[in-house]
């Protein structure tokens, strides 16, 4: 009995730590560094990872999230028509439709504009840089939070060339902590 809530236990404090590593909120992140973010998102992400760019102290964000589907990946963008948002979702519609850019409507429980880029990333950029200085006009000094759940591939290891080590081990650790609590699933699913 003992060694079942030891294990219990070990599960528990696993599960809290892993889910303290895939989840994380950078502050004061420059413009010219979202690019690297975004790349790290289409390149190594897994399916539904995303990034959520938020202005400070605003209910203004935008989001992108990585898709996989069979052998096809890519990162697409949804922005909500929501009371914060609504002449920001109208001068964004006129923007897409003027420039051409394919986009189109969801309504789940919310209206939202859905655009895939595929993994086209200076499109994904110039989207971004339209909306955050053209529509929500931000000074160019603006600094940006990120919020972002990045569920690195698996065979994702030394390759990942934009992080610093700290970041590396945060990633690698939730990583292992994934890797244990599915072990310890498949244990006790049996």
């Known amino acids: 009995m003992k060694i079942f809530l030891l294990i219990l236990l070990s599960v528990v404090i696993i599960y809290v730590i892993y889910w303290f590593f895939q989840e994380s909120r950078l502050s004061n992140v420059k413009f010219d560094e979202l690019k690297k973010y975004i790349q790290i998102l289409i390149k190594y992400g897994k399916h539904q990872s995303f990034i959520i760019i938020e202005i400070p102290h605003s209910k203004k964000f935008i989001q992108f999230a990585k898709y996989k589907i069979n052998r ?46 595929k993994s086209n990333l ?15 006009q931000i000074p160019k000094n603006q600094t940006l939070n990120l919020k972002n759940r990045i569920k690195i591939d698996d065979h994702v290891d030394e390759e990942m060339p934009f992080f610093d080590d700290s970041e590396k081990l945060g990633f690698k650790i939730g990583n292992f902590i994934g890797k244990v ?5 498949r244990l006790f699913n049996r």
């Open 72 to 117: 096809s990946a890519g990162i697409s963008f949804d922005f909500p028509k929501v009371n914060w948002s609504v002449n920001y979702y109208n001068e964004l519609l006129n923007y897409l439709s003027t420039n051409k850019i394919k986009y189109n409507i969801r309504s789940e429980e919310i209206e939202f504009i859905h655009i895939d880029f």
């Open 122 to 136: 200076n499109k994904t950029m110039e989207l971004a840089f339209h909306i955050l200085y053209n529509i929500f």
């Open 181 to 185: 609590i599915n072990l310890f699933k």
